[in-house]
């Protein structure tokens, strides 16, 4: 009993949320649930909640009968981040990205994405965001695997249906190629591996297409009616104004604080971290891809701006400023929410 006594008093934000979520644990990442629900939960009290996007041909396909159903939509897009949050906390972890093992990565994914009550339900970007994890956990697991076939065609496999739900991430074929020159000496085939992997969803749904329409009118669409250059769909306002303030300084700080994110790591993990670097360049690089771009165009970038989050935290020592700072953040999404519904 005075041990834990003496623990809380030389700790003494023990117990408050960010070290809570500092521990890597089972029943810690469980909490992420309620905690998802906590900031997801809000478009419950919207009366006239906005349509779901629909900027890919499978999320058309698979989604457009839950966006009609607000409850249902709200409840899919709470169990979506909070899985999400689980994966991006799984593949830092084992990839030894930060140099601390906590669950910080999927706790500020989890507040970025929720942060402005536009976010709230589905989207085709956030749903697209589940296949960029598992894309990029497939091209780490090629690092330093002398036989990665699978691995390589899996990466491109998963590339290219995010881009199926939503085609802004078209600029990923070009990364998953920078990827995987980064982090291993590339072979001709595996080139080939990797462009036949991303070749293999379009032509699967294509023939798809064919079956039920007797062309591929969809498949068509999903390129020609949406491919364009820095064309946007955004009413200018004070609500656009803060998303970008908001987080064009969180990437101000990614970008100045870049090496130190590299400090204490080997050349492998270092490689890994350089690449999220690339990975953030390239998502932000889907406005010269596509056409009628949204506010939800910032829902890829937070992917590694979580985790660049997380680094920046993991190394402050301000325990309780960091708790305040997070309790703040919380506040402020709350009060967002409460303003955007009256």
């Known amino acids: 009993m005075q041990e834990n ?17 500092r521990r890597n644990r089972f029943f810690n990442s469980l909490l992420l649930l309620p905690y998802t629900v906590l900031v997801r939960i809000w478009p419950v009290f919207d009366v006239d909640p906005p349509p779901m996007a629909h900027q890919g041909v499978l999320t058309d396909w698979l989604f457009g009968g839950i966006a009609s159903n607000h409850i249902l939509s709200l409840v899919t897009g709470i169990l979506l981040v909070f899985l999400q949050a689980l994966m991006i906390n799984r593949l830092v972890i084992r990839n030894r990205l930060t140099n601390e093992l906590t669950l910080f990565p999927g706790l500020f994914y989890i507040l970025l994405v929720s942060f402005f009550p536009v976010y709230n339900g589905l989207s085709a970007p956030l749903i697209a965001n589940t296949f960029i994890i598992i894309g990029l956990e497939q091209l780490y697991a090629t690092q330093k695997k002398s036989r990665s076939a699978g691995r390589i065609f899996s990466s491109g496999f998963w590339l290219s249906m995010s881009m199926l739900f939503y085609f802004g991430n078209i600029v990923l074929l070009l990364c998953g190629l920078v990827g995987l020159s980064m982090l291993r000496t590339v072979k001709a085939r595996e080139w080939l591996q990797y462009l036949i992997g991303y070749a293999a969803p379009i032509a699967i749904v294509g023939m798809l297409d064919y079956l039920l329409h007797t062309d591929a009118s969809a498949v068509s669409a999903h390129f020609n009616e949406q491919f364009g250059a820095l ?14 303030f908001f987080f064009g300084t969180i990437l101000l700080l990614s970008i100045f604080n870049s090496a130190s994110f590299h400090l204490k790591k080997n050349i492998h993990v270092q490689k890994k971290v350089s690449f999220l670097f690339w990975l953030l360049f ?8 596509q056409r009628g771009l949204d506010v939800h165009a910032w829902m890829p970038v937070i992917l590694p701006m979580s985790v660049f989050i997380a680094m920046l935290l993991i190394r402050s020592k301000q325990l309780l400023l960091l708790e305040i700072l997070h309790f703040t953040l919380l506040l402020a999404l709350i009060g967002l929410n409460i303003l955007y519904l009256t």
């Open 282 to 289: 390239f998502l932000l690089g889907a406005v010269l891809v």
């Open 5 to 21: 006594l003496g623990y809380f008093y030389r700790h003494p934000t023990s117990d408050i949320v960010l070290e809570i979520f």
């Open 231 to 244: 064309q946007f769909d955004v009413e200018w306002s004070y609500w656009v104004y803060g998303q970008l």
